[in-house]
């Protein structure tokens, strides 16, 4: 099992930035297929897949919603996956979780295994 704890959360206007941290356990098993993925859930709407990762940067997907404003990067020395974001919109309001796993859709929840407590983002107008 993955321990993860994400962080860089809080509240700012629109049109501003925030970069997350997501720190995760070290992993042995099935390293170079272990990714790591960002996902957001509003209040009432389903947890949605934002961006995601492989352990060797090579596999990296965005969500249409988010692409040219959301750039997610790790490193590994530090195990730390980030999620910059700029341009943020009320829309991208949400709290903001990390997950691992072996996913065989990486924007997909329903295939990671392991989830952090996730951190808050709201925008304003």
């Known amino acids: 099992q993955v321990q993860l704890v994400e962080s860089g959360g809080g509240s700012v206007q629109a049109g501003g930035s925030l970069t997350l941290s997501c720190r995760y356990s070290?992993?042995?098993?099935?390293?170079?297929?272990?990714?790591i993925g960002w996902f957001r859930q509003a209040p009432g709407t389903a947890r949605e897949g934002v961006a995601a990762?492989?352990?060797?940067?090579?596999?990296?997907e965005y969500a249409d919603s988010v692409k040219g404003r959301f750039t997610i990067s790790r490193d590994n020395a530090q195990n730390t996956v980030y999620l910059r974001m700029i341009g943020l919109k009320p829309e991208d309001t949400g709290k903001y979780y990390c997950?691992?796993?072996?996913?065989?859709?990486?924007?997909?929840?329903?295939?990671?295994?392991?989830w952090g407590q996730g951190t808050q983002v709201t925008v304003s107008s």
């Open positions: 070290r992993f042995t098993d099935h390293i170079y297929n272990m990714h």
């Open positions: 990762i492989n352990y060797g940067s090579s596999n990296i």
């Open positions: 997950a691992a796993g072996v996913p065989a859709f990486i924007l997909v929840a329903g295939e990671y295994d392991d």
